[in-house]
C-alpha cells in the first residue's frame, strides 16, 4: 500500500504551508522526512539528536520504553542464552545466522587474520609504558591502514569483507597486546584451536614459563560480554564512524574514529566508573549512607538506569545471571568489593526511590562487576568494550557505503556569535 501520510507545517508569519511526509519502519516510530525542509531557508535544531533519525538501518532495533534490543530482529536475549560471539559477527555483518558452513568458514576467515604484522609489534615501543590501553588502540587501529594496502578501495565489496575481517580478528590482538605492553610483559600470540573469548584470556595472562589453562565458565561469560556489547544502533560511536565513514575514509581510521569516541566517560567508561565507584564507597557498612546521599543528590549513583532504556536493560538481567555463575565459579561470593556491589543492587531493587525513578542496575553494572572477577584491571574495560563494539562499527559503515545514496554528513548549526563586524587595527583597540 502507498504511504501517503504526511505532517503540515504552518507559520504564524503568513507563509505558506509545507507537507513533510512520514515514513514507516519495521519495528518502533515512524520519522518525519525534513529534508524538503531546507527549502524554508531554516534549519531544524535538535542537540543531542534527541528527536533526530540520522539514518536508515537494518542492523539493530531498540525500544527503549519496553527494553527490547534486537540484532538483525533476533532478541539479545535468544543469542546470548544460544549462540556466541562469532556467530553474531556473522548475523551482524550479513543480516542473517550462519548455516554450518557458513559458520565454519566464516570461523576461519577470522582465525587467518588474528595476526598482528611484526612491524606493528615495533609499533608499539613508541608510546609510554603508562600509556593508557586506549590511547594506544586509536593510534594502533589507525596505523593499520600502512600496513594493509590490500583491501582499503571502499567501492569493493571483496575489499570491505577483508577490512572487516581483519578488523573483528585483530582487535583481540591489539587490545591484549598494549595490556601487556603496560605491564612489561612479552608480547603473546593467538591460538588458533582456541574460541574468540578463550583467545583473548590466553593473548592476556599467559607466560612463556606454563601453559595457560582457560577457566571455560570465565571464557563464556568473556564472551556473554561481547555479545551483548556488539551493537547498541545509533549511539556517539558509531554515528561517529558513519559521520567519518561519509567522507570515504578507509575503514581502519574509521574505528579509529569510533575507539576515541567510544574512550569518553560518558559512553565507553561506564563500567569502570562503577568500579571506581566501590572503590570511593569502600565497606558494605557505608552502602546505606551512600544510597542515601545519592537520594540527597550528594552522589552520583553508576551503572544504574540508561538514557535510551526507561525500563530494565534488557542485557542487564543476562549479566545478572553471568556475575552470580562467574562469583560462583570463582568463589568469589564473600570478597568484601562485590558483597557491597550486591549490597547496592539490593537497595536499588527494594527501595521504592529508585524503583519509581527506574534506576535499575544496566549492562555496565554487571560486566564491570565481571570483568574485575575475571582479574582485568579497570583500564582495559572501555578497550574490551572497544573490541567487542568492533563488529557493530563495521556492519554500520559498510551498510552506509554500500548505500547509493549515501552522502558526507554536513550538520549545520544555530549561530549565536557576533554579528558582521570590521577588522580593527592594534593600536586603535
Known sequence: MENNRKVTLTYNEGKDSLDLPVLPGTLGPDVVDIRAFSKTGMFTF?????ATASCESQITFIDGDLGQLYYRGYPIEQLAENSDYLEVCYLLLNGELPNAAQRKEFERGIMRHNMLHDQIISFYKGFRRD???MAVMVGVVGALSAFYHDSLDINNAEHRKISAHRLIAKL????????RYNKGLPFSYPK???????NFL???FS????????????????????????DHEQNASTSTVRLAGSSGANPFACIAAGIACLWGPSHGGANEAVLKMLDEIGSVDHVADFMQGVKDKRYKLMGFGHRVYKNMDPRAAIMKQTCDEVLTELGLQDDPKFKLAMALEKIALEDPYFIERKLYPNVDFYSGIVLSAIGIPVSMFTPIFALART???????????????????????LYTGSPRRDFVPVDKR
Not at 535538535?46 to 534527541?50: A, K, Y
Not at 583481540?172 to 595490556?179: K, S, V
Not at 563488529?391 to 548549526?413: C, F, L, N, Y
Open 46 to 50: 535538535d542537540p543531542g539528536f534527541l
Open 131 to 133: 600509556a593508557h590501553p
Open 172 to 179: 583481540p590482538n591489539i587490545a591484549a597486546q598494549a595490556y
Open 192 to 198: 588458533n584451536g582456541l574460541t574468540f573469548a578463550e
Open 202 to 204: 590466553h593473548m592476556m
Open 207 to 230: 607466560t612463556p614459563c606454563e601453559e595457560y589453562k582457560v577457566n571455560p565458565v570465565t571464557a563464556r561469560a568473556l564472551d556473554r560480554i561481547f555479545t551483548l556489547h556488539a
Open 391 to 413: 563488529v557493530g562499527w563495521i556492519s554500520h559503515w559498510t551498510e552506509m557505503i554500500a548505500d547509493p545514496g549515501m552522502k558526507i554528513g554536513r550538520p549545520r548549526q
